[in-house]
């Protein structure tokens, strides 16, 4: 990293990343607890993941003010593994998961996260804001009237406190003024404390108790994978979301590497896997983090908080947390995209709506996403799979001219368009409107030509682009046809 960039991801505005990262840190403690809950691992693991991760991103992930920490997306994944083998095959897992996707970075295949289609990327964004916001509704269980007024007072002053200045995070402004309210007036609400126990200690290194045979790898290899490929998969979509909120790009490649390494680092540190966070990183960014520092911070404040306050922490009331979660909610569903869908093809809403049913129905964001992509191709395939082809006579030969695309898809429909018994001696195909894609394309030509050479016939092809000469030229379609 240059001295220019060094600068750039880590000094740029250190006081509003800083606040940020406060921000973010508080914000995590309730789901890290609940993360591990989901699970079934002591609260301390998550968060101790959540500690971990944040810190090792922050140096070696891609996308500068993301956050990354345990996620339930990962969570789900783990329960049965931990209910069955226990905790120390999680560990082995987690650090298996960071190996896999380690390897993943280094073969560069970070970049495919372009093949996501954008309904997909809307789906994906408004069915985890669905999720979010479902997720806080266990709160309210048992909870009376305090618990709704101090929720509508932490979001007035998340909504409002922008209006009057913008110098201070107004999440953590809500947060900060709630407790004090609950600590202050001595409430009987929900806090932190009731979610899961908080313990005051460092996380310290740990080889897995884990036996590295083939039986135990192939025990953990399925829920290593899986937690690979979803982690990735729902790091690099948040890469996408934190990208176009801050109008910057970043490394697809390094950030599949810098979670591996992450993985990897927390696995022997008795953390499980984790991922970027899309509630937590629309929290930094609209706090004003942009930096580095700011996950940084979020990670180191984060250990502050379970070593020296967890005693304060445990008395934050989880009506300001669950207010920070709803105002996460609100912010990242697309709002737009609904106004959108009357403009939109189709096919295009089909796949966006296909996309939220499923994750909001699974909880798990990779069958929504995969199942969106499939479609995506399925409707793409249609979409491109049109072929016409016209015939015209030109004196004594005849011209056909293709339009659409030549490819394994298309090629009976064209084989099917000409008249190889009562067209005249010379034909001409035009493929100036169309192109040449596959092997089944130039097969088909090849066949088409080889008809018309049996009937006596003559074939000449024209119009054929760069891509497409190169390729047929390649293949070679034999004597019937130049």
């Known amino acids: 990293m240059k ?61 500068p003010a993301m956050i990354s920490a345990a996620t339930g997306a990962m969570a789900l994944l783990m329960v049965n593994l931990v209910r069955d083998h226990g905790l120390e095959y999680l560990f082995a897992a987690t650090v298996l998961c960071g190996i896999i996707q380690t390897a993943i970075g280094y ?37 009376g009237w305090l618990m709704y007024a101090l929720l509508a007072l932490t979001l007035a002053i998340i909504y409002g406190l922008p209006r009057l200045t913008k110098a201070f995070p107004s999440a953590l402004a809500a947060i900060i003024v709630v407790s004090a309210i609950t600590m202050g007036f001595k409430l009987d609400v929900l806090t932190v404390g009731d979610i899961g126990n908080i313990t005051s200690a460092l996380p310290s290194f740990h080889l897995p108790n884990f036996v590295p045979n083939v039986d135990n790898l192939m025990i953990i290899l399925p829920y290593s994978v899986s937690l690979a490929l979803v982690g990735l998969l729902e790091s690099l979509l948040t890469s996408n979301i934190v990208d176009d909120m801050t109008d910057t790009t970043s490394s697809k490649n390094r950030e599949v590497k810098g979670q591996g390494i992450a993985n990897i680092v927390t696995g022997f540190f008795g953390g499980m896997a984790g991922c970027a966070m899309i509630g937590q990183s629309v929290i930094n960014v609209k ?28 008395e934050i009331p989880m009506a300001a947390l669950v207010g920070v979660m709803f105002m996460v909610s609100f912010g990242t569903f697309n709002w737009r995209s609904l106004t959108e869908l009357k403009r939109i093809p ?38 491109i799979s049109g072929m016409k082809v016209e015939g015209t006579m030109e004196g004594r030969r005849k011209r056909y001219l293709v339009t659409g695309q030549l490819f394994f898809a298309t090629t009976t429909a064209f084989s099917h368009q000409f008249d190889y018994a009562d067209d005249p001696d010379e034909v001409v195909i035009d493929f100036g409107q169309s192109h040449v894609w596959d092997h089944s394309a130039v097969n088909a030509i090849a066949k088409l030509a080889d008809k018309y050479a049996a009937a006596g016939k003559s074939v000449a092809l024209e119009g054929l682009n760069e891509q497409s000469r190169s390729l047929v030229d390649r293949i070679g379609l034999g004597g019937g046809a130049h």
């Open 3 to 63: 001295a220019a960039s060094w600068k750039n991801q880590w000094l740029t505005d250190p006081k509003s990343n800083i606040l940020s990262g406060i921000t973010v840190a508080l914000a995590l403690i309730p789901e890290a607890i609940a993360f591990s809950i989901i699970a079934g691992v002591h609260p301390m693991v998550g968060l101790y993941t959540s500690f971990i991760i944040a810190v090792v991103i922050s140096f070696f992930g891609g996308r």
């Open 107 to 143: 073969m560069r295949l970070g970049h495919l996260i372009r093949f996501v289609p954008h309904p997909v990327m809307n789906g994906f964004v408004n069915a985890l804001a669905i999720l979010i916001f479902t997720a806080q509704l266990v709160h309210f269980r048992g909870q």
């Open 287 to 314: 706090s004003g983090g942009r930096t580095r520092l700011s996950t940084f911070t979020a990670g180191i404040f984060l250990l502050i908080l379970i070593m020296v306050l967890s005693s304060v922490v445990k």
């Open 346 to 383: 189709i096919g295009d809403s089909i796949v966006m709506a296909v996309t939220v049913i499923i994750v909001v129905m699974t909880h798990n964001l990779s069958y929504g996403v995969m199942a969106g992509v499939v479609i995506s191709a399925l409707i793409f395939a249609r979409r």
